[in-house]
């Protein structure tokens, strides 16, 4: 019955029309990146960038290598616009953009990682087959339908991303209105409505539409009566998100996913006029490695729905400790502001000296280092390395202080644990990240 179910072939019209704006997409992305400053601010400025921890090893290009490294990136997304050799061009993207992801961790951001996710997904995929340069040049690549499986693997992909971010919500700070509250103090300025965000029905109203929108949209999506009053609700959504907080493509990449919701002569009607009539028979095409694919595919959402559960197996409140946040759809949460000092102790002569941030880090990096301990280790660890370059050996210790959503400034690392001997554990909470006190 699964096979049946997972196998059965349906209208493949969703999935090429949601090439063409996927590749449109990454492309503006990827040139945006360039012309917006982005990429000479986080990787060309810095002398160093915030890697992921064991991924040290993926350096920026030097000079203007950057540049032209999302040049070429933003080709490869045309390419995949037009469906030329459609699955070495988004091969090339994923790997470049998982590369640029895992070199800096200065501009996080959950958007970042679900394009990386969605660059992967797309490659399996056979987006190609119609409606593509590839698809003209060769006949027999030519198809109107695809397996079902296809269809569900990203609807339930867009599901494990709203839910989370729905449940994320779950905290006082957001139902109170007081996150909404700071995140919109820095926009009173906006035209036209500015003042309309400082009101506090507003950050009410954002608040709850916002939780009850990222925990319906999917299942509203499935249901035919309430499809296009969502959809109405998601253009409002996301054209409010893209213009409030320019997060770049994700609005319009949102907007592009729920093609998949809608009857295929409806999308073959305002999309592909030239195609074939859409593909409506009860066709089953069983792989002959169908345990194999049901078994990746089985691996890929554990993976995706046990990422983002982490940080409850960690010590302390993810909002505090900051373990177990990243890869787990945690958007736009908190507000949290640091004052950092790091003072390094020379072990031989005892004496103590205050560093100068501003001598290593970008200004980019001056702001991210504050509240964030993974880049705060990083860094005592790149002082440790600079200072033996010199022929000393030193301690390194830190004197910080951070305030979450507006509270008071409270220590967040111990200051007499000396973090150039620490070692870093991906899966441990780490002692000198000192308790939270939240409430």
């Known amino acids: 019955m699964l096979n ?43 002398q160093e960038t915030f890697n992921f ?3 040290e090893f993926l350096q920026p290009l030097p000079g203007n290598g950057m540049l032209y490294y999302y040049g070429l990136m933003g080709l490869f997304g045309l390419l995949v616009m037009v469906g030329y050799k459609y699955r070495f061009s988004i091969f090339c993207y994923t790997i470049m953009w998982a590369s640029v992801y895992l ?57 494990i991303v709203y839910t989370y971010a729905s449940v994320a919500k779950l905290y006082p700070d957001w139902f109170t209105g007081e996150f909404p509250r700071i995140l919109m103090r820095s926009k009173a300025d906006y035209w036209l409505v500015g003042d309309l965000l400082q009101q506090k029905w507003t950050h009410f109203t954002i608040s709850w539409f916002g939780f009850l929108f990222d925990l319906l949209i999917i299942p509203l999506l499935l249901y035919r009566k309430t499809r296009v009053p969502i959809f109405i609700a998601a253009i409002f959504f996301h054209l409010f998100n893209s213009f409030i907080f320019h997060i770049g493509i994700f609005p319009y990449l949102s907007l592009a996913f729920i093609l998949f919701f809608f009857p295929s ?10 195609k074939k009539k859409y593909y409506d028979k009860n066709e089953i095409i069983i792989p002959k ?18 990422l983002p559960l982490r940080h409850w197996f960690f010590q302390d409140e993810v909002l505090w400790t900051e373990e ?59 002082l440790k390395r600079e200072y033996a370059k010199e022929g000393r050996d030193v301690q390194v210790f830190v004197d910080s202080k951070v305030s979450v959503n507006g509270r008071p400034y409270q220590r967040f690392i111990d200051p007499k644990v000396d973090l150039g001997s620490e070692e870093w554990h991906h899966f441990k909470h780490h002692d000198w990240i000192l308790p939270s006190n939240l409430d």
């Open 324 to 382: 177990g946040h990243r890869l787990s759809w945690r958007m736009m949460l908190r507000s949290k502001s640091g004052r950092t000092v790091f003072r390094i102790v020379d072990k031989d002569t005892k004496l103590m000296e205050f560093v100068d941030k501003s001598k290593y880090l970008s200004s980019k990096q001056l702001g991210a280092i504050n509240s964030k301990p993974d880049l705060i280790w990083q860094f005592a660890q790149r």
């Open 53 to 55: 921890i064991g991924f």
């Open 265 to 274: 002569e409806k999308i073959n009607k305002w999309f592909l006029r030239r």
């Open 103 to 159: 070199m800096q961790k200065s501009s996080y951001n959950n958007h970042y990682y679900l394009l990386m996710l969605l660059c992967g997904i797309m490659f399996f995929l056979p987006a190609h087959k119609n409606a593509s340069i590839d698809a003209w040049r060769d006949k027999s690549l030519r198809e109107i339908s695809m397996p079902r499986w296809v269809w569900l693997f990203i609807v339930a992909q867009m599901f």
């Open 289 to 306: 490695q169908r345990n194999f694919l049901i078994a990746v595919l089985a691996i890929w959402f554990i993976m995706q729905i046990g």
């Open 4 to 46: 049946r179910w997972l196998f059965t072939q349906i209208d493949n019209s969703a999935l090429v029309v949601f090439r063409v704006f996927f590749g449109l997409l990454i492309a503006l992305e990827a040139f945006g990146s360039i012309a917006t400053g982005w990429v000479r601010r986080t990787l060309m400025e810095p």
